[in-house]
């Protein structure tokens, strides 16, 4: 539907540093089509430590924002959290809402997008879990975890004592969480969850494959991934970071939006456009 003579364009972005490479307008907007929605989602590149700033910059056309890396600490006073934002310390979603604390909302999408994402590949009855990595992600996967049922977990770090926090973020969750060193004996569990870059895990991806039956590598670029390899040759099921970049997007256009599109189409519209990036 054009837009008419004196409306309000409703526009929505993407931001980080750097954001070229983001798939979200490509999600996003196939979800505004979807659903009908003569609405603009960009990709605006936003410096470290700009986020407020532009936040605070933006007009009333403005509706929404997916927030990615290094913004996702700094969203987090920038609007009105709920309990999973305050339990991560992260948020990657920015939504107006007059009628929250300072007029908008934030929330963290990632938790309940690997919720989204396993229930879409048949994913069910996780006890144990080992999440390689203890950044941001790490924290959203180790709550996205306990919401699916995961009450033991290992750490995997360079250094175990960088997870400090998500020891006593499991301890807030009643998930008993066990750091070791990347590198060591790794015990089996139900899904390993990689949160780190590609590169970080190469050196020990046979090893880590060996561990679960399930394996979720968060990154989407390079795929695959030696990890997402190894765990291919032993005929586990993989799910990668387009399955995760669409999960949390099912719920982030809910809270732009108000309204529901399916996994499969965001999945869909995010595997195009890496695909068609692959091939120019």
């Known amino acids: 539907m054009p837009e008419q003579p004196g409306q ?3 526009r929505c972005a ?3 540093h750097p954001v070229s490479h983001s798939l979200s307008p490509a999600i996003h907007r196939a979800a505004y089509a979807a659903l009908g929605l003569d609405w603009e989602y960009s ?3 936003v410096p470290p430590g700009g986020v407020a700033a532009f936040v605070n910059s933006l007009d ?3 509706r929404g924002l997916s927030v990615t890396a290094p913004h996702k600490d700094d969203l987090v ?3 009105e959290p709920d309990e999973t934002v305050l339990l991560t310390g992260a948020a990657n979603t920015w939504v107006r809402d007059p009628r929250a604390v300072g007029g908008a909302i934030v929330r963290n999408t990632d938790v309940p997008g690997y919720g989204v994402a396993f229930a879409a590949a048949g994913v069910t009855d996780l006890a144990t879990a080992t999440i390689v990595g203890n950044g941001a992600t790490a924290r959203s996967a180790l709550v996205g975890l306990a919401q699916l049922g995961v009450r033991e977990v290992v750490v995997v770090a360079r250094e175990p004592a960088r997870a400090a926090g ?3 973020l499991g301890e807030r969750l ?8 990347l590198g060591g004996a790794v015990r089996s569990s139900d899904v ?3 949160t780190v870059p590609a590169a970080g895990a190469t050196p020990h991806a046979d090893r880590l494959a060996a561990s679960a039956p399930v394996v979720f590598d968060s990154v989407y670029d390079p795929w695959p991934t030696p990890l997402a390899t190894a765990a291919a040759r032993l005929g586990s099921v993989v799910l990668n970071g387009l399955d995760l970049l669409a999960g949390q997007a099912v719920e982030q256009i809910r809270w732009h939006t108000g309204r529901e599109v399916g996994f499969d189409l965001l999945r869909a519209a995010a595997q195009d456009a890496a695909t068609a990036r692959i091939q120019t």
Do not use: F, Y
């Not at 009643?174 to 060193?181: D, E, L, M, Q, T």
């Open 77 to 79: 006073s920038l609007g």
């Open 166 to 168: 998500l020891v006593a």
């Open 8 to 10: 309000v364009l409703t």
């Open 174 to 181: 009643g998930v008993g969480v066990s750091p070791i060193r």
């Open 43 to 45: 990709a605006v590149d």
């Open 60 to 62: 009333d056309s403005w």
């Open 192 to 194: 390993i969850v990689s």
């Open 14 to 16: 993407v931001i980080g």
